[in-house]
């Protein structure tokens, strides 16, 4: 298995959104994108493909569409 975006950090970063209000995560994930765009695409579609954090970043079958450059 590959370990992508994050890394090993991957899951932690998981954690920490899951512990977040809805305002929270978009500040999170705009301070992950706003560091390393390349890691933080990697890591959502790491998510995405892995069907983490469904109610942000959808699923597989239906991701939602973000705009990191609205946040």
């Known amino acids: 298995m590959q370990i992508i975006g994050y890394g090993r950090r991957n899951i932690t970063e998981v954690i920490i959104m899951k512990n977040l209000d809805s305002s929270g995560k978009k500040d999170y994930i705009k301070k992950l994108w706003q560091e390393d765009p390349k890691k933080y695409y ?3 579609n790491w998510c ?3 069907n983490r954090l469904p109610d942000f970043f959808g699923t597989r079958d239906n991701p939602i569409p973000i705009d990191e450059f609205e946040l």
């Open 48 to 50: 995405i493909r892995l």
């Open 42 to 44: 990697e890591w959502k």
